[in-house]
């Protein structure tokens, strides 16, 4: 290891060096360097962070006496407010489920989970493209680990033939839709595999599907059926539901346990219950928006089919949709000539995607009219031919 200096040298000579962008926004507009562009890379999926009506309507719910803008302790201690069972108890009765658990973050929730149900009896089997925060959670891990490539589920389930009997517990995890791709597991296969075998257990990471997908927004498991045979269903407050937070949806003995062997819940200050107060008041509206997922499912789809022809094996099926483009300089250069245009892209690059496959990220959102998808697509087009 060179010094950071000769270090962050590589990283720029490679097109690959991160800089914390100075950024603000205006509703769907992304605000950079003195330019207002449709914000084309944000995780606000339906819409719904900067809606004055939404905020308006909240803010006149409030009592100021009674907001509480930190919690000050860990839910174990002091921080347990009852709005956190509120909104636990409001999760359970929507997914139709016996509990479930708030956490800080999806990040918490991932790299605490995981190290906190195995242990060196247990074999991990992780899609090869999950995200960054259920890496870090199966390095935490005492458990066995083996990735396999992504969705390819006959590897998976040559695995869990080998192994299955040498394991006390075995755990399958996947995203739903997934960060980088925008393509998805398949949730039926993956359940009925789980049915052949005592020890499995299905883990599923919903963050992009939560208000996005299923009758009531809560995601693909919902949207397939499927919730009941999920054991970890893990989804996030951060994108689609515009607050803050994550939660899992799993059986009491399983909370009882995360209760008290997850480091991720019981080391860390507990969200201030200001923003639960706004998470459960949008869980109440999220349900009901079926046109906002209706909007963003037709917009995705003409924007899919301009796209997916052009990236090879990748083959979104959701609302992220990539442009690959190759190396870093190339995803540079495009995110670059389109913020000129007015489309706030942004490159995606090593590690974040495997190395030759750097890319535009284009993550839509239901205030995305149909015009600027056709203006999107025919500025893609020309980038295309002036590459
Ligand atoms: C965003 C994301 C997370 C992390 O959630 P945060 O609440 O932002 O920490 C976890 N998993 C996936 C797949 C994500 O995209």
């Given at each position: 290891?060179?010094?950071?200096?000769?270090?962050?040298?590589?990283?720029?000579?490679?097109?690959?060096?991160?800089?914390?962008?100075?950024?603000?926004?205006?509703?769907?507009?992304?605000?950079?360097?003195?330019?207002?562009?449709?914000?084309?890379?944000?995780?606000?999926?339906?819409?719904l962070a900067d809606n004055r009506a939404l905020k308006e309507e909240f803010f006149h719910s409030l009592n100021p006496h009674e907001c509480r803008f930190s919690s000050t302790s860990s839910r174990l201690l002091t921080g347990n407010f009852p709005i956190y069972t509120r909104l636990e108890n409001q999760l359970a009765e929507l997914y139709d489920a016996e509990c479930a658990l708030v956490f800080n973050s999806g990040y918490h929730a991932n790299s605490g989970i995981l190290p906190a149900v195995t242990d060196n009896r247990s074999l991990i089997l992780a899609d090869k493209l999950v995200h960054a925060s259920i890496v870090d959670g199966i390095g935490?891990?005492?458990?066995?680990?083996?990735?396999?490539?992504?969705?390819?589920?006959?590897?998976?389930?040559?695995?869990?033939?080998?192994n299955s009997s040498q394991y006390d517990k075995i755990f399958i995890v996947t995203e739903s839709i997934f960060s980088m791709d925008g393509d998805e597991c398949d949730l039926q296969?993956?359940?009925?595999?789980?049915?052949?075998?005592?020890?499995?257990?299905?883990?599923?990471?919903?963050?992009?599907?939560?208000?996005?997908?299923?009758?009531?927004?809560?995601?693909?498991?919902?949207?397939?059926k499927l919730t009941r045979?999920?054991?970890?269903?893990?989804c996030t407050f951060g994108k689609a539901a515009a607050s803050v937070g994550a939660f899992v949806i799993c059986s009491n003995e399983i909370k009882e346990y995360l209760v008290n062997k997850m480091r991720t819940l019981i080391f860390t200050t507990a969200l201030p219950p200001i923003n639960l107060e706004w998470t459960q008041f949008m869980l109440h509206k999220i349900p009901f928006m079926h046109s906002r997922r209706e909007h963003l499912e037709k917009i995705s789809k003409k924007l899919r089919n301009a796209l997916n022809p052009l990236n090879g094996d990748i083959l979104s099926s959701s609302h992220i949709i990539p442009y690959v483009l190759g190396n870093s300089e190339r995803a540079i250069t495009a995110?670059?000539?389109?913020?000129?245009?007015?489309?706030?892209?942004?490159?995606?690059?090593?590690?974040?995607?495997?190395?030759?496959?750097?890319?535009?990220?284009?993550?839509?959102?239901?205030?995305?009219?149909?015009?600027?998808?056709?203006?999107?697509?025919?500025?893609l087009h020309n980038l295309q031919t002036d590459l």
């Open positions: 290891m060179g010094s950071f200096s000769s270090q962050l040298e590589q990283l720029s000579q490679q097109g690959n060096l991160r800089r914390l962008p100075e950024i603000d926004s205006d509703g769907r507009y992304a605000i950079r360097g003195g330019m207002k562009m449709l914000n084309l890379s944000s995780n606000d999926y339906l819409g935490l891990s005492k458990a066995r680990n083996i990735r396999y490539r992504h969705n390819h589920y006959e590897q998976l389930e040559r695995l869990v033939a080998e296969r993956l359940v009925a595999l789980k049915k052949n075998f005592h020890n499995i257990y299905l883990y599923v990471d919903e963050a992009h599907a939560f208000g996005v997908r299923g009758p009531q927004g809560l995601g693909c498991a919902e949207e397939q045979k999920i054991d970890f269903l893990v995110a670059e000539r389109l913020q000129r245009e007015g489309f706030y892209l942004l490159p995606v690059r090593p590690p974040t995607v495997p190395q030759g496959s750097s890319r535009l990220r284009i993550s839509l959102n239901a205030e995305i009219t149909d015009t600027e998808i056709e203006q999107l697509i025919h500025a």
